[in-house]
């Protein structure tokens, strides 16, 4: 995404520089030129991203376009495998039937009904906090937040490696800026101690990374919080929903008891996966989010079939501690089978996210293309989504999964590594790569 913006702003002020100097117009057709001109590079750097087509529900299993048969999903974000749930789809009809397509306002005309109140309520309950406020994306809860809550007399301390829609929230707000290395308590510190001077100071983290599947150090982190006075706030993407015993996040996860102060999280991920985010917190902090926060403020309400589908997600959630303890067992059993056999799976052990470390950019695209032709759909991730040299495939596993799909999976991994030399039949890395 970040990459996508600065490739887009250099075409802008590429076209701005033609016109400057007189060179060409315009007109269209130079301008198709300059897009073609970053287009090539995109492709020449080997960064360009082509779009898989599937032709059913998301699920476990799947069809691709120009697949003779199902294919298993092993890149969804879809962790309790909710998105394809009949009870989800059910109350998503219903709410159709009853609520209608949309609201064509924003909430604060007319676009606030009983269901986005409730759903508020329930998301709030979840995670024990006093309230919440639904947005169409977690990126505009992202991008929302820091301008209403930071002022120049504060400080955004962000951790180096988080989320491009926090980065691109905290440039729009008007506090100080510090950023700390990655998951690095004596970097943070340092921060810390150098803005005590500062009304607010804010710590914002991931609580889940998404290309290595590692945990922020959220104890510690509370614990320096508490030293400097300062407050914490954690995206929970890839956490909420099925991470912790019963599925409320990092938080439960290090049984931090309500120390973190201010959770985003979003209802595209585990939680039905169709759309919307929500912030939830101090009270005072919702109710100020609902009169300043832009995104909310002049963006459409969540459609009532997408908040009814959230609402009997997070109720299935709720009732059925199962869920998250399937994708443990699921990880589990991938992440051992994996080591076992040689591979280099990084990651918090616990947490689905499993980048299968490669190391060459090259490797990983040609392994996941052969997993593909094998059946089991995995992306491989190089610069500049990852660091260079750190290419990797990256599994996520679903409480959807069953251990045949898991097994099946393994399996492809380990014929394909052997083939490709990544690992030796004894289970044995060849190369080392971290
Ligand atoms: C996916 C993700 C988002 C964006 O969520 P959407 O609801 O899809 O906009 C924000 N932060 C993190 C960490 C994410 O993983």
Redesign the pocket.
Known sequence: MEVLRKGLTGVSSLVQRSLVIGRGTASLSATRDLLEQELEGIRDAGTFKSERVITSRQGSSIRVQGQSSNILNFCANNYLGLSGHPEVIEAGKKALETHGAGLSSVRFICGTQDIHKDLEAKIAKFHGKEDAILYI????A?AGIFEVLLSPEDAAISDELN?A??IDGIRLCKAQRYRYKHRDLKDLESQLQATQKLRQRLIIT?GVF?MDGNVAPLPDICDLADKFKAMVFV?E??ATGFFGKTGRGTEEYFKLNNRVDIINS????ALGGA???YTTGPKQLIDLLRQRSRPYLFSNTLPPPVVACASKALDLIMANTDLPQKVLTNTSRFRTRMMDAGFNVAGDPEHPICPVMLGDARLASTFADQMLDRGIYVIGFSFPVVPKGKARIRVQISASHSEQDIDRAVDAFIEIGRKLNVVHAEGKKTASVN
């Not at 994306?137 to 505009?140: K, M, R, V």
């Not at 979003?266 to 991920?269: A, D, H, M």
């Open positions: 994306s977690c990126f505009d992202n989320h829609s926090i991931d998404s995206d993407c890839h979003t209802l595209g991920k759309a919307g985010g």
